[in-house]
């Protein structure tokens, strides 16, 4: 499966070098970059230790790369544009935005938190990023707010069958959002308002729309422009504020990253994305060696550019990704020759057999087990994937 990564931010937060940052790689020879003619996807790549040095291998990637251990597997990073300028003036977010966001599966929100662009991305001093922060998260909420209220305006004018749950209206009503019954049912629980919705009032119908909002529009804060002299003080004042502690915030600066694929480009730097250290390889002026001398102190300070690192945190961290290997118990090779070729994304709670199924998807009720490949141990259907797994499926076909 492949996963979707939304980048949103108003103007001038640096979206669009965050953006082309991460979509710009220097793929070494081989590997095939899926092509688009949407230039607002691009091919972005999360980092995964790779198994095959673990059997004495070296892969063959057949999507994305593999370098020094590390393997980049493909993922697509879809600009989302449309946070516009008079948004937070009531004319809300666009519908495009909107349908543009339920295509995507987890945020990465770019704030600015150099403080230097007001709420329309027009220059200003003295800026507060929670404030862009705030206005987003608000915005969808009364969103979500708006489809709740119209599943429960159906559920009590009856213009459902009657032994219908409100979950289930629930669920149907907000189907875009990609909700299941049973989700709701745990969102309710926990916003802890009973199951009868004419008991809820305004704000315990806000309170189950931005649970709902927070479960289907998982989102990373990444923290841009870090590199900026008031972005530090931002920073520590709102990882420690208790009303933002439900994010997850990357520190970041995607002038760094673009900076640095630009000379690794040119073929004036070594660089491997999202690690801590480069080194200079080629000619180059005295004001360019100092502009990389000062992303290296910024890289040294927070140990990346923090570009990579926001799409991973999106990914694994808070959308609970599972990365597997499918391998061979009697050898990593495939019968093409390629060792662990793949290297597969499944969502969170995946099992052996729905990893079979993401495999081969005909293997109707002919999944029979799967095979450990590091430890030789049958795994059952209901075996929960765990991070890295390197596993062989056996068929009755
Ligand atoms: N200091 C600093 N400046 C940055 C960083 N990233 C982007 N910028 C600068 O911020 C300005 C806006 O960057 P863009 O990438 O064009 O921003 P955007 O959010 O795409 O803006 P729009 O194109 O208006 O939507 C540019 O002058 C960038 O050079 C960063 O990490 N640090």
Known sequence: ???????VGKPSVGKSTFFNAATMNDVPEGAYPFTTIDPSVGEAYVRVECAAPEFGETCTP??????DGTRFVPTKLVDVAGLIPGAHEG????????SDLNETDVLVHVVDFSGETDIEGEPTEGHDPRDDIDFLETELDQWYLSVLGKGIERYETGYTTEDDDIEEELAEQMSAFRITEDEIKRLIRRVDIGFD???WDDDDRLELAREIRRETKPMVIAANKMDTPEAQENYDE?????DYEHLTMVPASAHAEKALKSAAEAGVVEYTPGTSEFEIVGDISGSQEAGLEQIREF?????ATGVQDALEAALFDVLGVIPVFPGGANGLGNERGEVLPDCYLLPPNSTAEDFAYSLHSDIGEGFLHAIDCRSNRQRGA????DERDVLEVITTN
């Not at 709102?238 to 208790?242: K, N, Q, V």
């Not at 890289?299 to 140990?303: A, F, L, P, S």
């Open 1 to 7: 499966m492949s996963y979707r990564i939304g980048l």
């Open 62 to 67: 057949s999507v994305g790369y593999c370098e």
């Open 91 to 98: 004319a809300g977010l666009g519908n495009q935005f909107l």
């Open 197 to 199: 919705p004419g008991e």
């Open 238 to 242: 709102i990882t420690s504020d208790p």
């Open 299 to 303: 890289i040294d300070e927070y140990g």
């Open 382 to 385: 209901s075996y929960d994937l």
